[in-house]
T-cell receptor, first 115, second 113 residues
Framework: GDSVTQMEGPVTLSEEAFLTINCTYT??????LFWYVQYPGEGLQLLLK?????DKGSNKGFEATYRKETTSFHLEKGSVQVSDSAVYFC??????????????FGKGTLLTVNP | DVKVTQSSRYLVKRTGEKVFLECVQD?????MFWYRQDPGLGLRLIYF???????EKGDIPEGYSVSREKKERFSLILESASTNQTSMYLC????????????FGSGTRLTVV
C-alpha cells in the first residue's frame, strides 16, 4: 500500500539556520504531495502542496519540489525563525474517487528553533 | 474564512460512558474524516465519509462508530469509552479530488479516567 516516510525527529536548530526535513513516498500512479504544519495545541494546517512531478510548492519561505525519479518531497527553508517551531507532516493522496482521496501521512517531525 | 469546528477542545469522561465528538464544516465539502493522534504513532484514520449517510472504516475503527446525517456534520461516537481511547482527536474535511488536501479542525483532547 501507499506509505510516507519522513525523517525522525526531533530536529533542533538555531534561529536563521537552514532547514531540511526529508520525505520519501511509496505509491502507485501519480499522487499529490503535501506538507502540513501543527503548532502546539492546534490542528494541522496546510503549508504547501504539489500535484505533479517537478512542481514546486512554496509558502511562508518554505519550499518543496515533487521529485518523481527519487519519490521525494523534501521540505526546505533558508532561514528558520523561533515561530517555525512545530510538528511537520508529509502526506500524499491519489485520485480515483471514493476512498482514494484519503491522505496518507508520515509520522511527523518535531522542529524546535532556539533564539 | 473556511472552517472546520470541533465542539470541544478538552473533554474528560469516565470509563464506560458513551462519548460524542462533533465536527461541523461550513465549506460544503463532500469528504469528512476522523483521526486520532498519539505520540510516536502519528495520525491514524478512524473513519471517513465521502457522502451523507456513507461511511467507511479507516485503519483503527474498533471501539468507534460515526454518523453523518447532514453534509456539514460528522460525529464520532465512542460507544463505551476506555482509558486507551485517551487521545487527541482531529476532524478534517475536503473537496472531492486528490489535489485539494484537507482542512482540519483544532482538535479535541479527550481524557478517559
Amino acid at each position: 500500500g501507499d506509505s510516507v516516510t519522513q525523517m525522525e525527529g526531533p530536529v533542533t536548530l538555531s534561529e536563521e539556520a537552514f532547514l531540511t526535513i526529508n520525505c520519501t513516498y511509496t505509491a502507485t500512479g501519480y499522487p499529490s504531495l503535501f506538507w502540513y504544519v501543527q503548532y502546539p495545541g492546534e490542528g494541522l494546517q496546510l503549508l504547501l502542496k504539489a500535484t505533479k512531478a517537478d512542481d514546486k510548492g512554496s509558502n511562508k519561505g518554505f519550499e518543496a519540489t515533487y521529485r518523481k525519479e527519487t519519490t521525494s518531497f523534501h521540505l526546505e527553508k533558508g532561514s528558520v525563525q523561533v515561530s517555525d517551531s512545530a510538528v511537520y507532516f508529509c502526506a500524499l493522496s491519489k485520485g480515483g474517487g471514493g476512498s482514494n482521496y484519503k491522505l496518507t501521512f508520515g509520522k511527523g517531525t518535531l522542529l524546535t528553533v532556539n533564539p | 474564512d473556511v472552517k472546520v469546528t470541533q465542539s470541544s477542545r478538552y473533554l474528560v469522561k469516565r470509563t464506560g460512558e458513551k462519548v460524542f465528538l462533533e465536527c461541523v464544516q461550513d465549506m460544503d465539502h463532500e469528504n469528512m474524516f476522523w483521526y486520532r493522534q498519539d505520540p510516536g504513532l502519528g495520525l491514524r484514520l478512524i473513519y471517513f465519509s465521502y457522502d451523507v449517510k456513507m461511511k467507511e472504516k479507516g485503519d483503527i475503527p474498533e471501539g468507534y462508530s460515526v454518523s453523518r446525517e447532514k453534509k456539514e456534520r460528522f460525529s464520532l461516537i465512542l460507544e463505551s469509552a476506555s482509558t486507551n481511547q485517551t487521545s487527541m482527536y482531529l476532524c478534517a474535511s475536503s473537496l472531492e479530488g486528490a489535489a485539494y488536501g484537507y482542512t482540519f479542525g483544532s482538535g479535541t483532547r479527550l481524557t478517559v479516567v
